[in-house]
């Protein structure tokens, strides 16, 4: 007899698992689920109402703080519960977050007190290297270091909120006959409505420049938060001098500025004038030399006098040039008195006797000639044009200004700047109305205040849970008790089989 296998109907199985959905419908026509059902359904509904609400009434979360030590996010969690600040901290990124809404209140707070201490920087990160760190790291966490106290140091400006430096130092190699100059960039991020000054920035650049050996100023650059590059390469040349005739021209509006609004304040009244100044200021620096070459002035003389002269009339010349008018003449005889005998004139053939009176002049003048060099330099900052505009305001109340008061206001400003007819300066002043501050004033819409995201989110979340109690319980709960209600009626009599 052979053995054959009877393959088991579909109809053998148990019917829990031949239909899983009929299963479920058949659960839910029990008496007891469908008497529970509607309280299940009005606790789900609730439910979710709670979770609409509690999702869209919690306020946007905003990153305070994100890798602080365990210190830190400690003394700033118990900061903000003491000021009321609601704060989270994210179990995924450890980042310490609070309201959208409390974000700048929780910033000021922590600043005013010193919160967060930083983690361990500048060089006490080199109290934490480990063991036998290779010179590489070393290296690298030496420069980290130094970077770190240069940005405290930068930090420290009061116009400067953060700042972050980043050194470039090449490796010294001996192999290398040039080595490259090591550099710094420099970002800052400045304090709202303030600015750095070109003294400042030029500090910052010296200040890191000395900071690394073998660094010069030309190799430091500094940017602020907005890119905009603050450090001007070639100081000294052509764009700084444009820089420093804008300057110039704009000390000379301010003082000038300055005195007006001195002069017309107590006059006046502050808030009832403004003026303007445009100074055309000669910013050319000239240079003229001049030479004057004087009259000949004696210096030194020098003379020789020879011969004799009777009653001052001049010998006559005497004699024919020859030999014998050019031999010296014999030597004196003494005469029995003490007296000199003149020596006897040597005849001159063909001629008469030589004359002893005789005289010759020999002089040597030496003269200096006189030399006056002049230097006249200008010094740039002259004025050549200015020009003065006045606007006075009218009184509200009463009577408008009169053209004599417009002209004694005029040569007062006049008087003030230094006005000149030759220079052809002009000087303006009328007189009118000013707008209303209020309506110059540009006051913040109602839909940007703080306090309205807050209100629409709430509001939002109370008309979700209202629509969802009366577009869903409600009517299912009047279903339900509608369809319990005529149960009883539908089902047979009483009595009756």
Sequence with gaps: ?????????????????????????????????????????????????????????????????????????????????????????????GALTVAEEDYSKARMLLAGQGLPKAAPGGYAILDQLPMGVSRAVEGERLRQARETELARSIGDIDAVAEARVHLAMPEASVFLRD???????????????????????????????????????????????????????GAGGEGAGGNQRLDAQRRVEDKMRTQLVQLLTPLIGAGNFTAEVQADVDLDETQATSEKVNPGVLRAETGNWTGNQKDGAPAAAGGIPGALSNTPP????????????????APVPGGPAPDANKQSDQFQRAYDLGKEVSVTRAAPGGLKRL????????????????????????????????????????????????????????????????????????????????????????????????????APRSGPAFGQP
């Design 1 to 93: 007899m052979a053995n054959s296998l009877t393959p088991i109907p579909n109809a053998a199985l148990p019917e829990r698992f031949a239909n899983p959905l009929q299963q479920i419908r058949g659960a839910l026509a029990q008496p007891a689920v469908r008497r529970s059902l509607p309280m299940a359904l009005l606790i789900g509904l609730i439910g979710a109402a709670a979770l609409a609400w509690a999702t869209l009434s919690t306020p946007t979360q905003k990153t305070l703080f994100s890798g602080l030590p365990d210190s830190d996010k400690a003394a700033v969690t118990s900061s903000l519960t003491q000021a009321g600040i609601k704060s989270r901290i994210d179990e995924g990124t």
């Design 179 to 233: 080595n490259a100059a090591p550099s710094a960039s420099v970002m800052v991020k400045l304090q709202g409505g303030r600015s750095l000054s070109d003294a400042q920035v030029q500090s910052i650049v010296n200040l890191v420049a000395s900071s690394v050996p073998g660094m010069k100023p030309e190799s430091v650059t500094v940017v602020d938060q907005l890119g905009a590059l603050l450090s001007k390469p």
């Design 330 to 345: 014999p030597a004196s005889t003494l005469s029995p008195g003490g007296t000199p005998t003149p020596p006897a004139a």
């Design 387 to 486: 020009s003065v505009a006045v606007l006075l305001r009218d009184p509200d109340k009463g009577p408008k200004r009169s053209q004599m008061e417009i002209a004694q206001v005029t040569d007062l400003v006049k008087s003030a700047v230094g006005y000149s007819q030759q220079r052809q300066d002009s000087v303006t002043v009328i007189s009118r109305k000013f707008a209303d501050a209020a309506d110059a004033t540009t006051t913040a819409k109602w839909y940007d205040n703080a306090w309205l995201p807050v209100v629409a989110r709430n509001v939002t979340a109370v008309v979700i849970a209202l629509l969802v109690l009366v577009l869903g319980v409600r009517p299912l709960a009047a279903a339900l008790m509608k369809k319990r209600d005529d």
